[in-house]
Antibody
Framework: QITLKESGPTLVKPTQTLRLTCAFS??????????VAWIRQPPGKALEWLALLYWDGDKRFSPSLRNRLTVNKGSSRNQVVLTMTDMDPADSGTYFC????????????WGQGLQVTVSA | DIQMTQSPSTLSASVGDRVIITCRASQSISSWLAWYQQKPGKAPKLLIYKASTLQSGVPSRFSGSGSGTHFTLTISSLQPDDCATYYC??????????FGPGTKVEIK
C-alpha cells in the first residue's frame, strides 16, 4: 500500500525559504518510471503543480516557479524534499506530495497535505 | 502552458440525477486527461486517467469521455457521497501539467 506524508513548518515569514519533506512508503524511488510530485492549493482555489522528481534523478518544475524551487531525494531513501525560496503571503496554502505512476503524469496516491501560512 | 477550463463552476442536482461536468483544453491533449474528486480538507482522489480509464476502486457510476480539447466526466446516478469539487488535469507530454479551476457538486 502506497502512502505519503508531508512535514515541515506551518508558518514561515515573508522572504524566508520553505523546506518540506515528503516521507513515503509502499514504493521505491529507484523503480523505473516512478516519480514524486509536489502540488499546492491556495485556500479556496485550484490545484497547482509545482515540481516532480523522477526515479532517475531527472526533475521537472513549473515554469512560473522554476527559479524558486529545488527538489531532491532526502537523507532517507524514502524521502523527497522540496525547497521554495523567497516566500510570499501569496504562497500560503496546502502543499501536497503525490505518487506519479509509471508512464504518466497524473497522480494516483496523495499525502494528506500540509497547510503553510506565510505571514510576518 | 495549456489552459484548462471547466463548466459549470457549481452545480446542484438531486440524488439519482445524471451529472455531466465539462473540461476543455486550450489546445489538443489527445487523451492525456485525468479527473480528481476532492472533499473539503482532504487530498484529491484520482477517479479517471487517460480520459476514460477508471482508477481501481472507483465506483462504476463515474465515467469519462472525450479527446483532443473536449472532455466530460459523468456521474450516472448522483449519490450523497459524491458531494465534492471535481478537477480535471491535463498531462500532455511536452507541456507542464495543469489543472482546471474545479466544479463544485452539491446535492439539492
Amino acid at each position: 500500500q502506497i502512502t505519503l506524508k508531508e512535514s515541515g513548518p506551518t508558518l514561515v515569514k515573508p522572504t524566508q525559504t520553505l523546506r518540506l519533506t515528503c516521507a513515503f512508503s509502499g514504493f521505491s524511488l529507484t523503480t523505473n518510471g516512478v516519480g514524486v510530485a509536489w502540488i499546492r492549493q491556495p485556500p479556496g482555489k485550484a490545484l497547482e503543480w509545482l515540481a516532480l522528481l523522477y526515479w532517475d534523478g531527472d526533475k521537472r518544475f513549473s515554469p512560473s516557479l522554476r527559479n524558486r524551487l529545488t527538489v531532491n531525494k532526502g537523507s532517507s531513501r524514502n524521502q523527497v524534499v522540496l525547497t521554495m525560496t523567497d516566500m510570499d503571503p501569496a504562497d500560503s496554502g496546502t502543499y501536497f506530495c503525490a505518487h506519479r505512476p509509471l508512464g504518466a503524469f497524473y497522480f494516483d496516491f496523495w499525502g494528506q497535505g500540509l497547510q503553510v501560512t506565510v505571514s510576518a | 502552458d495549456i489552459q484548462m477550463t471547466q463548466s459549470p463552476s457549481t452545480l446542484s442536482a438531486s440524488v439519482g440525477d445524471r451529472v455531466i461536468i465539462t473540461c476543455r483544453a486550450s489546445q489538443s491533449i489527445s487523451s492525456w486527461l485525468a479527473w480528481y474528486q476532492q472533499k473539503p480538507g482532504k487530498a484529491p482522489k484520482l477517479l479517471i486517467y487517460k480520459a476514460s480509464t477508471l482508477q481501481s476502486g472507483v465506483p462504476s457510476r463515474f465515467s469519462g469521455s472525450g479527446s483532443g480539447t473536449h472532455f466530460t466526466l459523468t456521474i450516472s446516478s448522483l449519490q450523497p457521497d459524491d458531494c465534492a469539487t471535481y478537477y480535471c488535469q491535463q498531462y500532455e507530454t511536452f507541456s507542464p501539467c495543469t489543472f482546471g479551476p474545479g466544479t463544485k457538486v452539491e446535492i439539492k
